[in-house]
């Protein structure tokens, strides 16, 4: 990225937003790769064009590969908050994640998580769920909650369809995506721990959406929203996409070079996009009795056809559904808690004393 670009992308986004805190995330790739000068060069640019009521918040995702003492110390003094990619421990690990000589990456991603720790960094897990640990979720969870000292989890569900040019097509998926029934089970199992032991301790995004979907507040969590289409991605160029998971000819919206971010999230297209993810749903979804926690999950996964024939149904639909019908008591028993001003967190001692009986 040209430091033109950069400080187009930060004047603008920060222009565009009216929240007191604005988020810039950098993804890539592996967005250390650009090296720490040219975060200097975006912190600077932050503080320079946020306005007196704004405050500004450095967000990365990383797989730990570049991460030292310096770059722990730069995130810490600078505030980001840090996502690294870990999928538990070493076998599990580096089942997929390996470099581009085939070579294991745990060491290397447990290095970077030490240094972040060292540095007390704020840092989540980014754990993909996929072939290779799916059966393996108590495993998981408890490797990083007890060996990584991780109190935010971010778990993502591998669906990958094959690509050809760079666009996906089709309607099967590789053999590393996890399977709709091993998704599912694999939130029922690190519930059942967490519910028992961690609420309020342990905050897994997964969770936290479910609840707030159940208390009839907004999840904040796209994925289980009933419509997206605000969190565009920027290429390196300026080129700006519909999101993450389109960075494809058919979802360009424009560049930054020539139209404002502000218009580019809500040019028509981008619209159609957002409220595509509720309008767009097949009747088996509008009639599901949990699609309120749903709502179809993310639209990239929607590949497969419903009992009807209708397209549009979310290959993960399964395993969804069965999480969804498995933490409905929890969950409207912590709802309850709320509604009294109470923490969730009692629900703790509730199982403790459920399970001695």
């Not at 995702?61 to 600078?78: E, L, M």
């Not at 290397?108 to 290779?132: F, H, I, K, P, Y």
């Not at 995004?205 to 479910?210: G, L, N, V």
């Not at 993450?244 to 000819?249: S, Y």
Request: hydrophobic content about 40%.
């Amino acid at each position: 990225m040209t430091d033109e670009t950069l400080e187009q992308y930060i004047r603008q986004l920060l222009e565009a937003h009216r929240a007191p805190t604005v988020t810039i995330s950098w993804q890539g790739g592996e967005p250390t790769l650009m090296g720490l000068e040219f975060f200097r060069r975006a912190v600077e640019l932050g503080r320079r064009y946020a306005r007196p009521d704004q405050t500004v918040v450095h967000a990365i995702q990383t797989s730990g590969s570049q991460v030292d003492a310096a770059w722990a110390r730069f995130f810490a003094k600078n505030g980001f908050l840090v996502g690294i990619s870990i999928d538990g421990p070493r076998e599990l690990h580096d089942a997929y994640r390996r470099n581009k000589a085939g070579e294991p990456a745990f060491d290397v991603v447990m290095r970077g998580l030490d240094a972040l720790r060292e540095a007390e960094v704020d840092w989540n897990s980014l754990t993909t769920v996929n072939a290779a640990n799916e059966d393996h979720a108590a495993e998981v969870y408890g490797f990083l909650r007890d060996e990584c000292d991780c109190r935010f989890m971010q778990l993502i569900p591998v669906v990958e369809r094959p690509c050809k040019n760079g666009v996906p097509f089709g309607y099967d998926v590789t053999q590393r995506s996890v399977s709709p029934e091993g998704w599912g089970q694999f939130l029922i199992d690190v519930f059942e721990e967490w519910v028992r032991h961690d609420v309020g301790q342990v905050f897994v995004q997964h969770f936290d959406a479910a609840l707030a979907n159940w208390f009839g507040e907004p999840s904040g969590f796209c994925v289980h929203s009933a419509s997206c289409g605000t969190v565009l991605a920027m290429e390196a160029s300026g080129d700006v996409y519909a999101c993450e998971h389109f960075i494809e000819p058919d979802y360009l919206r424009g560049s930054i070079h020539e139209r404002h971010l502000a218009e580019l999230v809500s040019v028509e297209p981008q619209r159609w996009f957002g409220n595509g993810k509720q309008t767009a749903l097949p009747q088996y979804c509008l009639e599901c009795d949990v699609r309120f926690a749903c709502h179809g999950g993310c639209v990239k996964d929607r590949i497969r056809h419903a009992p009807d024939g209708q397209p549009g149904l979310n290959y993960l639909c399964r395993g969804y559904k069965t999480f969804f019908h498995h933490i409905d008591e929890p969950m409207r028993r912590m709802c309850a808690l709320l509604r009294e001003r109470r923490p969730p967190a009692e629900i703790v001692a509730e199982y403790e004393a459920r399970d001695q009986v």
